[in-house]
């Protein structure tokens, strides 16, 4: 059974289940392709679905290293959200957030977007005032958002701490209210059977180890599986673009770094929306199963391992419990790390590269989960056309040498602050 | 009292035996009804003491389910302990150890535990399999709808809405061997390694020593092994170097073997006891760790084997032997290795009918049947239970001969039974060998994985790495702990001897992944108990390709409830190796992470929360705002002055606005103070000092003068601006650098880093001198005045002797060295004065002394603020990591005479590009609207989105008493061309568009003859 | 000249809380920590510059009979400690009343050393007793156990996430703590906390 | 929690530690004959390798040295440490 529905589920459930049928293929690669995309998560797969889709180039393969959606995006907190102030990255963001809004029903797969609302909490009035400028310049962009006072605060988040003993009491907020969650590992797997029913060959455990050249091109990708013949290559490995872009001799403005999540045992439903704390970094959703999903800040060191160390847990529990003080006695039940593409300003790559026929989709930083529609689309438009869609013009390798930088924060060239 | 009902009688308990303390009776309450357990109890064994069978639902199909284990693993009999503020969903009633007057309440379900609404998802249970909302919930009415629904149902517990009123805190400790689990293994290893007179660390989780030896019957040198145990901790107990934690559990092994560890201190209690954390979180930093965690037994997986009344079999010995608990009367005994017989044994010591013994072994002629069979138990071989009935409480089972393919022979036989103890084996716990990263190797003969090869300083031992025989523990122990020790320099490294045990020779166990139902029956066989996951389920994902055990896990939910899969992975990772048709080592297993058991947020957290999040700093001049009218507000660590009160006045918007006006009034018109002191301060000394402010400073210092302040600005390296100041050259080699408040510690870092890797050449040593001087600025019309009334008789400051920019160090102030600073902020004839910390508030109030006839007053924050767009300065919102020096009218800063840091990047195109956005000074063209900081400029409100934006408000005054209206600052595309155009700040969120004439930066006294006066 | 003043009583950053008494839950023999401020003591930070780090330590020790300690430790010498606090760098103490600075300045500027008065930037508690370590150890990672941290030893390091010097003092259990001075009262409240279910006295 | 060798205090915890970053970015020597490009490289471009990493820390809740460290980036583990003038060796 290939399609999804309500009444393909009954008819299955009559029946023992026993007539789905594989979600994507287990193809052996082939000799070459049209389009390869090295990363089988989020982006990848979302590349490879739209230069299908959009473009009607299916003779695509996506490798991937281990299982898809083992990468980050299989281990992200899910918060989407557009509501970023440079319009280098709002526009881009806002393209992908409005992709979310019709994902499920494109991929028939239900991706559980779920438009919560995330509000990011200020705590001083110099960070209303910025906040205030974000706002102001998404509403500009025709983007969702208000400006919200500790009442208004207090109203949604009753727990949140608003008594005395708060160290950085809470001012108010910035509210997107279209933003919100989706299930990670769906959307990974919504878009690999997306992308497979049109025909691209998903190869899981199999590793890019090496390209073969001709000059400015690159020929053939060489693989734990062998060699594959390749036109054009869309690299989009996360936290790993180093690596792989090292093997064509680039080098970029990325330093990879380890983030670390957390889970809480299931609670029936707590906290409504995305809340991210002002006074550090901390942020909190509630998955649908229960779980209170959450993180903070980098492990500050270059790292490419996928676990962190106990003060950025313990830093990340401090934020969290300072910011809701009833959630104290909750349990972690898991914690675990994944490797992010920190780029130099803050913001993501897609963007020709100096080898003619290879694209790079990188510098995710963490808040690449929300840009998987967008990244995909832009970037298999960027391949498919050879140049950049409009909306990722600003998000290009360049910005970094002629100084056209997209620096949310303000935070200048040390990855691990942004 | 909360217990209304007469306590009811222990049914289920045995008038003698086990570890409880039958003389310290306790009352506590589950789902409102009283009951009666004793000390020494967990909730668990005291409810099943009093019958209850009935402990909680399941995570999807709310069947009712009963205690499985008597250990952390537990997947079933989860509770909320507590109620009100100190509520604690999801707790294992196996780990809650009784206290008088404990209430807890059964959770997910609706109304109540008995008859649960939501029971009707079981029924639906064909609809709800593994994965169904992936494929269903799309179009209408669309996932918004029915997800309000599923997160309605989803979720285990409730949690609280009220905060904690409990503390936590942290604990640093550092030993040389680290133990962890206080059984036979680790006690053994404990003991050898403290003996040397190694700093030894014990922890083990639950309340008391023995592990696995408080469970059985057990004997070592003909004694029973707990009093070995008893023995061992008394010993312990008096080795000075010795530290023994129970009721801790070691949660992770981070990087550079630290252990992360948590005791609870208080959970044993109703409240903890004063001045005594509810938790304490330990850093344990062991040279050697050695991991004796024992094993978890794992369940089989047959036919309603969620029922209540399916036990681990271990679990049942628990209960008998350490609780005098009976968990059944009649009972059926099923397993695929040795543990059946002795638990059979040991149930019918405590008088329990055993009904049957099932060996699911097609045969097995070890010592243990043997004995089973002499003593006259009915054992069945090649045979198991394939289906259990009973919705509220196990009423009997079938049971069936296996053909050894996945089928049965013949039919199956009902048996009565109110109890089922089963045993699928044991597995070793590699969760801290893992965290380690060490490898997982499977063994064929335990079915388990095993420690494989990790660094030497991390070794598991005994049971976790499954040497199941107590006298294996016991030497693992004793050899590992004499050799950790003697790794870190401590004894001799020989072992020595272990007791001698009793043990029976065990028979290999024969793995079985899965029993097959009754033959004809539909049954519901559950891997994961606590997520609701079957064989089918694991089935249905295999046919759909989420075959790596990874995709399995994140499909069908295995092994991710609170339990982690403790109980549960390795049977659904091999239902999944079968199913594929692959060796379970091939299949593999997800990966371990911390924490081991689930862990309080607040126990990380520690003290540091709430008002502790961040420590705070104050002035040294705090005590004197504080007694004089001041409201503070946080800047960064700091408390600072906001505004000052009257006496008699309360906090308002009205006080506030009059204040904050009436302090830039008096400040312009006559004299104010104001304490500066969190400005960063740096000493800058050596020969070298001027040639290194002068490559870190934009503009040249290399010529500054002895005695002469200088402002200037610093870059990054990539070329925006980075901070500001004033730098004052106090002698030929010593200069006094000042920073803003924000980036003062950053700022030191720097050029640290210049001095020690960049430079090293520059002989220059920097310190940070902020906290041993109080600022106070002293701007006004009047502030000569007041500084020469101040300042001790012998100091000139005049404008000749102190003029614009001038420093001087020797005057004093009430006979306090001090420096004065002739410089300002505001614009005003102004200085600042250093003072010693401790003598900062005998300064400020001689100086608020000498000013009292000039009407001096102190202000705060916000007046500073205004003062300073008045004047056009920069400060943070302007300095915002995105600008440079030419974008803040600063261009002439960036010297072109010499090289400085961030120069190498100012050519780049975008930074020189003519469209940048520029400072300038905005004021609205109908006088009297404010505009707030945060609007955007733009040429046409109306323009369809998105409209082109020319910049932002940076800084905003809703009114310059000096000017008598409202101002602002702003970054304008083009800016300083369009001085005297108009443009529209406009700021949607409010709905808010004021028409703004675009001006120059500075509103007051640009010539800045104030300054010279 | 100006004429000689009596200088203002000088003001330590925990005047306002510091109130005399025993706190929290005393151990069976009186509480388990005592902590004092050391007041009137100058603290008088000494660097040495390039290459001039031996002819600084003997003026040190020419003028104040005080031999410079090496990293990671601390010496006293007559009414002095000094105390090593960073490569080529120390911190000097002395009551208000012996001029250190101003000695340490004649002895050190002309060797190449640069003299820095911090005496009021560092709030300085002395803490004694049974439970010291404990409480200490609940806000620090350095081991402090006496054979890592035995007398004389001391370490630059972090305590309830505060930059301090940590002094182990003669004698069991003494431990000088500085801090800076505007977190006294953060690092004070800390301490208490800490030490609170062993007893405290602030003397 | 990696500990991290400090050539003048010893063996301290990371989170007294500063994080700066890679080591073998050496700073134009002479800044007036360098090139916008090699500008560039130093300020942007990262070799960001996974194994040995040779990076700068600073020990700013301790001595205040910047220390030079030779770490694992996959393993965390720290090979060498030693002063910024230090040229670091991996053990054997
Ligand atoms: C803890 C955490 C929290 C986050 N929270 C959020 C959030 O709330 N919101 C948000 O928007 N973003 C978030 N992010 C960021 C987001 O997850 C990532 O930016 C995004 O998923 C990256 O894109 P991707 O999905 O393509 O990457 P990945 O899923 O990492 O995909 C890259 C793939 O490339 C594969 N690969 C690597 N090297 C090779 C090779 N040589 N050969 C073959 N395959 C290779 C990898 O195995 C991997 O599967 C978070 C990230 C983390 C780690
Ligand atoms: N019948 C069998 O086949 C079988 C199987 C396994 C074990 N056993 C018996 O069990 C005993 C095993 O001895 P052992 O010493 O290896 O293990 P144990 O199970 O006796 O003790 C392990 C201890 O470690 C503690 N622990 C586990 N993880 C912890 C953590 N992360 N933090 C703190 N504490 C933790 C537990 O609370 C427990 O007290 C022996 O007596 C053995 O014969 C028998
Ligand atoms: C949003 C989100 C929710 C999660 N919820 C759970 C959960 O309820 N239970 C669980 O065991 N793990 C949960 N995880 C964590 C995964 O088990 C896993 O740790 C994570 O995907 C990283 O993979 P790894 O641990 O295999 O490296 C969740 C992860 C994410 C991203
Ligand atoms: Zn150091």
Redesign the pocket.
């Known amino acids: 059974m290939a399609e999804y529905s309500v009444f393909s589920l009954v008819r299955q459930a009559l029946s023992g289940h026993k007539g789905w049928i594989r979600a994507w293929r287990d193809p052996e690669p082939k000799k070459s392709y049209d389009v390869i995309i090295i990363g089988g998560g989020g982006h990848g797969l979302a590349t490879a679905y739209y230069l299908a889709r959009n473009h009607g180039i299916t003779n695509v393969a996506i490798l991937e290293k281990g299982y898809i959606g083992g990468g980050n995006v299989g281990r992200n907190t899910t918060i989407v959200r557009s509501n970023y102030l440079l319009d280098g990255n709002n526009h881009f963001y806002e393209h992908s957030l409005k992709l979310w809004e019709g994902l499920s029903s494109d991929l028939n797969y239900n991706v559980m977007f779920s438009q919560r609302g995330v509000l990011n909490l200020a705590h001083s009035d110099g960070q209303m005032d910025a906040h205030a400028r974000r706002g102001n310049a998404m509403r500009l962009n025709g983007v969702d958002s208000a400006l919200l006072d500790r009442r208004d605060v207090q109203q949604l988040y009753p727990y949140l701490d608003f008594s005395e003993n708060a160290r950085f009491p809470i001012y108010g907020g910035l509210l997107q209210p279209r933003g919100g969650t989706a299930r990670h590992d769906a959307v990974a797997w919504g878009f690999a059977r997306g992308a497979d029913r049109l025909g691209v060959d998903i190869i899981q455990n199999c590793e890019v180890t090496g390209f073969e050249r001709d000059g400015d091109r690159v020929t053939a990708v060489k693989t734990s599986r062998g060699t594959i013949g390749c036109g054009r290559v869309g690299m989009a490995v996360a936290g790993n673009t180093s690596r792989v872009a090292q093997m064509v001799g680039l080098e970029l403005p990325i330093e990879s770094h380890v983030l670390q999540a957390f889970v809480s045992e299931p609670l029936k439903k707590l906290i409504d929306g995305v809340v991210t704390f002002g006074a550090g970094h901390f942020y909190i959703s509630q998955s649908d199963k229960g779980g209170l999903v959450l993180g903070g800040d980098l492990d500050f060191y270059n790292s490419y391992a996928q676990r962190g160390n106990l003060p950025t847990v313990e830093n990340v529990m401090a934020l969290g419990c300072a910011m809701m003080p009833n959630i104290r006695r909750v349990r972690i039940l898991r914690s675990w790390g994944g490797i992010m593409d920190m780029s130099m300003d803050g913001s993501p790559i897609i963007s020709k590269t100096p080898i003619d026929n290879l694209y790079l989709n990188a510098g995710w930083c963490y808040g690449g989960f929300k840009a998987t529609p967008g990244s995909g689309w832009v970037f298999a438009h960027t391949i498919a056309e050879d140049k950049p869609h409009r909306f990722n013009e600003a998000l290009s390798l360049e910005r970094f040498a002629t100084g056209h930088l997209l620096d949310e924060g303000g935070k200048g060239p040390t990855p691990k602050l942004h | 009292m909360i217990f209304g009902r007469l306590p009811l009688e222990q049914s289920h308990r045995l008038l003698t035996g086990g570890a409880i303390d039958r003389l310290k009776p306790l009352s506590f309450s589950f789902d409102g009804r009283s009951y009666r357990g004793y000390a020494g109890d967990t909730l668990a064994s005291a409810l099943l003491a009093n019958g209850v069978t009935v402990m909680g639902r399941s995570f999807k199909y709310h069947r009712p389910r009963g205690v499985m284990s008597a250990?952390?693993e537990e997947p079933n009999a989860l509770v909320e302990l507590r109620s009100g503020a100190r509520r604690e969903p999801n707790t294992r009633a196996t780990m809650i150890e009784l206290f008088h007057g404990l209430r807890a309440t059964s959770q997910n379900r609706w109304p109540c535990l008995r008859f649960d609404a939501m029971e009707v998802n079981d029924l639906l249970s064909r609809f709800l399999v593994a994965g169904f909302y992936y494929k269903t919930f799309m179009g209408f009415p669309g996932w918004h709808f029915w997800e309000k629904r599923i997160r309605a149902a989803a979720g285990m517990g409730a949690g609280t809405v009220e905060h904690d009123p409990d503390g936590y805190e942290t604990m640093n400790a550092h030993c040389d061997v680290l133990v962890?689990?206080?059984?036979?293994?680790?006690?053994a290893a404990a003991l050898t390694a403290g003996r040397t007179g190694a700093r030894v660390i014990l922890?083990?989780?639950?309340d008391g020593?023995?592990?696995?030896?408080r469970s059985?019957r057990?004997t070592l040198d003909g004694k029973p092994?707990i009093a070995w145990a008893a023995s061992v901790a008394a010993e312990l107990a008096d080795l000075p170097e010795v530290r023994v934690l129970t009721r801790?559990?070691?949660?992770g092994i981070y990087d550079n073997n630290l252990v992360g560890?948590v005791e609870r201190l208080a959970d044993h209690m109703p409240v903890p006891p004063a001045h005594v954390a509810r938790q304490r979180l330990w850093h344990i930093r062991p040279q050697r760790v050695i991991v004796?965690?024992?094993?978890i037994?794992r369940p089989l997986v047959f036919g309603g084997n969620d029922r209540p009344g399916v036990m681990l079999a271990?679990a049942v010995r628990t209960y008998l032997n350490r609780f005098a608990v009976t968990p059944g009367k009649r009972a059926v005994v099923v397993a695929n290795?040795?543990?059946g017989y002795?638990t059979a044994f040991d149930l019918a010591a405590a008088g329990i009918d055993v009904m049957q013994i099932l060996d699911t072994r097609s045969a097995s002629h070890g010592a243990w049947r043997e004995r089973a069979l002499a003593a006259g138990f009915d054992v069945a071989e090649g045979s198991a239970v394939t289906n259990a009935y009973g919705r509220m409480g196990l009423v009997g089972c079938d049971i069936a001969r296996l053909d050894g393919r996945g089928g049965t022979v013949g039919d199956s036989r009902f048996v009565p039974c109110d109890l089922i103890a089963n045993s699928g084996g044991?597995t070793p716990?590699i969760?801290?060998h893992s965290h380690a990263g060490g490898k997982a190797e499977w063994n064929d003969q335990i079915a388990a994985f095993l420690p494989g090869s990790v660094r030497s300083d991390v070794v598991t031992?005994?049971?976790?790495r499954g040497?199941?025989?107590?006298s294996d523990?016991l030497s693992?122990?004793f050899k590992a702990g004499a050799e950790a020790a003697s790794s870190c320099g401590f004894g001799t490294g020989t072992a020595p001897d272990a007791p001698i045990t009793d043990?029976v020779p065990?028979a290999p166990l024969q793995a079985l992944w899965s029993v097959p139902p009754t033959p004809g029956k539909k049954v519901k066989r559950f891997v994961d108990h606590q997520d609701d996951v079957t064989v089918e389920d694991i089935e249905l994902a295999h046919r759909e390709g989420f075959v790596s055990v990874e995709h399995l896990k994140r499909y069908t939910t295995l092994g991710m409830g609170t339990d982690q899969g403790k109980t549960s992975n390795i049977n659904g990772h091999a239902l999944m190796a079968a199913a594929r048709g692959q060796s379970i080592p091939t299949v593999g297993t997800t990966t371990f992470r911390p924490p081991?058991?689930p862990v309080a947020m607040g126990a990380f957290a520690g003290r540091t929360t709430g008002r502790h999040l961040a420590p705070t700093r104050r002035t040294a001049l705090h005590d004197w705002h504080a007694a004089n009218g001041v409201v503070f507000i946080e800047a960064g660590p700091w408390l600072r002055p906001q505004y000052y009160l009257q006496p008699g006045e309360a906090v308002s918007k009205e006080t506030m606005d009059r204040a904050i006006t009436d302090e830039v009034v008096t400040t312009r018109t006559k004299v104010g103070i104001s304490d500066v002191s969190s400005l960063g301060k740096i000493d800058v000394q050596g020969p070298d000092s001027a040639e290194f402010l002068n490559r870190v400073y934009s503009n040249g210092f290399a010529a500054l003068p002895v005695g002469k302040a200088r402002y200037g600005l610093m870059l990054r390296e990539d070329g925006l601006v980075d901070d500001d100041g004033t730098t004052s050259r106090l002698s030929d080699t010593h200069f006094l650098m000042t920073t803003t408040t924000v980036h003062a510690a950053k700022v030191l870092a720097d050029l640290e880093w210049y001095l020690q890797v960049v430079w090293p050449e520059l002989d220059v040593r920097v310190s940070s001198v902020t906290e041993q001087w109080a600022g106070m600025a002293l701007p006004g019309p009047k502030a000569r005045e007041v500084l020469a009334a101040a300042v001790d008789p012998g100091a000139d400051v005049s404008n000749e002797a102190l003029p614009y920019l001038g420093v001087t160090c020797t005057a004093t102030i009430r006979g306090v060295p001090v420096r004065i600073f002739r410089i300002s902020f505001s614009g005003e004839l102004g200085y600042e004065i250093n003072a010693p910390a401790d003598w900062g508030i005998a300064v400020w109030e001689a100086v608020m002394e000498a000013g009292e006839d000039h009407g001096i007053r102190p202000y705060g924050l916000e007046a500073m603020g205004i003062m300073r767009i008045e004047k056009g300065h920069v400060a943070g919102p302007e300095l915002d990591g995105r600008t440079t020096p030419d974008d803040l009218g600063l261009g002439r800063m960036a010297s072109t005479k010499k090289w400085f840091v961030g120069r190498g990047m100012l050519d780049k195109p975008a930074f020189t590009d003519p469209d940048r956005p520029k400072l300038v000074g905005l004021v609205p063209v109908d006088g009297v609207s404010r505009i707030r900081a945060g609007s955007i400029l733009v040429d046409d409100p109306d323009a369809a989105t998105p409209v082109p934006k020319l910049g932002h408000i940076t800084s905003s005054a809703y009114l310059s008493p000096t000017v008598g209206h409202p101002i602002s600052l702003g970054l304008l595309a083009r800016g300083r061309e369009r001085i005297g155009q108009e443009v529209w700040a406009v700021f949607p969120l409010r709905g808010i568009r004021v028409r703004a004439r675009v001006t120059e930066t500075c509103f007051v006294d640009p010539e800045g003859k104030k300054l010279h006066g | 000249m100006a004429e000689i003043m009596t200088l203002p009583p000088r003001r330590s950053a925990l005047d306002s809380v510091w109130v005399l008494g025993d706190y929290g839950i005393p151990g069976p023999s009186g509480p388990g920590v005592t902590i004092i401020r050391r007041l009137g003591l100058g603290a008088i930070q000494l660097d040495a510059r390039r290459d001039t780090a031996a002819a600084v330590a003997r003026a040190v020790s020419d003028s104040l009979g005080i031999a410079l300690p090496a990293p990671g430790r601390a010496a006293s010498g007559g009414e002095f400690r000094a105390i090593w606090i960073g490569p080529e760098r120390w911190m000097l103490l002395g009551s208000d009343s012996t001029g250190l600075e101003a000695r340490l300045r004649a002895a050190v500027e002309p060797a190449g050393g640069s003299v820095i008065d911090q005496s009021h930037g560092r709030a300085i508690l002395r803490l004694s007793g049974p439970r010291v370590r404990d409480t200490l150890a609940k806000g620090t990672g350095i081991d402090l156990h006496p054979r890592a941290f035995a007398e004389n030893t001391a370490a630059q390091t972090g305590l309830f996430h505060l930059s301090v010097t940590i002094d182990r003092r003669r004698g069991t259990g003494t431990f000088d703590v500085h801090a800076m001075r505007g977190f006294a009262q953060s690092l004070h409240e800390s301490l208490c906390e800490a030490a609170a279910e062993f007893g405290y006295r602030l003397a | 929690m990696i500990r991290i060798p400090c050539p003048h205090c010893g063996p301290r915890d990371h989170d007294e530690f500063s994080y700066v970053g890679d080591a073998t970015k050496v700073r134009p020597a002479d800044p007036a004959a360098t090139s916008p490009e090699d500008w560039h490289r130093y300020v942007y471009l990262r070799d960001n390798p996974r194994g040995a990493h040779l990076e700068y820390w600073h020990h700013i809740q301790g001595c205040r040295a910047y220390l030079k460290v030779l770490r694992d980036t996959a393993t965390h583990e720290v090979l060498a440490s030693g002063r910024p003038e230090d040229a670091l060796e991996a053990p054997r």
Do not use: K, M
Not at chain 2, 209 to 213: P, V
Not at chain 2, 461 to 464: E, Q, R, S, V
């Open positions: 250990g952390p962890v689990g206080g059984g036979p293994a680790g006690l922890v083990d989780e639950t020593l023995g592990g696995r030896l059985e057990d092994a801790t559990t070691a949660f560890a004796a965690a024992g094993a037994e271990g290795n040795d543990d002795r044991w716990s969760h801290l031992i005994g049971a976790a040497r199941f025989a107590l523990c693992d122990g043990e065990t081991y058991t």
